[in-house]
């Protein structure tokens, strides 16, 4: 296997293994993929991050078939969508942090309640209606979701980040965990005050001149 090729592998793998030692993952139930030549690389199914090596993640092309014998994340099906619907992005981290499914379950939406929602891309960050985990119905409304958007909730499930590199797929994952976590203590305040679509907007310019949009 190329250096550059396990190099990436083991770059999930580290994500993986980052996810749950930052508490925005519990077990295996996070998954990560990274765009990789004409396909993605993804993790598989049912194996503890500690135990994970390079070879085991799981290349699948775009049209959604692998070699025999792998098997990767019951949730391929919105990572392959999402990479397919969006050139731009070449990583998706999918996670089930407390304070975000906590929301999720709800079928709440995080609001602007601070202006780091515009990392997010927007002025709030959704909520996809409910589906079974791993199906096409799942997958397209996680797509819709992330129309003009980096991240999303999934109800009754969890989050989705992405973005143009894995690093940065995983900063907005733990923004958007922080997020969660500050509007749910608002909630308990009573009826928290929003920023408007135009501030947001005004910030997302900003972000954009310091590299981080």
Not at 18 to 23: E, T
Not at 50 to 58: K, W, Y
Not at 137 to 161: K, Y
Request: hydrophobic letters at 40%; aromatic letters at 6%.
């Amino acid at each position: 296997m190329p250096t550059a090729d396990r190099d990436k592998r083991q770059s999930i793998i580290d994500a993986c293994r980052r996810m749950n030692a930052l508490g925005i993952n519990q077990g295996t139930s996070g998954n990560i993929s990274l765009r990789h030549g004409d396909g993605m690389l993804i993790t598989p199914t049912s194996v503890p991050y500690e135990a994970m090596t390079p070879e085991q993640m799981v290349f699948m092309r775009l049209d959604g078939t692998v070699e025999p014998g792998q098997r990767p994340s019951s949730e391929w099906r919105f990572h392959l969508d999402i990479l397919n619907a969006r050139p731009e992005i070449n990583a998706v981290v999918h996670a089930h942090p407390p304070y975000a499914t906590t929301l999720a379950i709800m079928g709440c939406e995080i609001p602007p309640v601070h202006y780091m929602i515009a990392a997010a891309g927007g002025d709030s960050i959704r909520c996809a209606p409910y589906a079974t985990f791993g199906t096409e119905e799942l997958s397209r409304h996680a797509v819709t979701a992330l129309q003009d958007r980096f991240a999303c909730l999934l109800a009754h499930h969890g989050m989705i980040a992405i973005g143009a590199s894995l690093d940065r797929a995983m900063w907005l994952a733990v923004e958007v965990e922080t997020l969660a976590r500050q509007y749910h203590g608002c909630l308990q305040l009573g009826t928290p005050p929003l920023l408007s679509t135009s501030e947001i907007e005004k910030v997302r310019a900003k972000m954009a001149g310091y590299g981080i949009d």
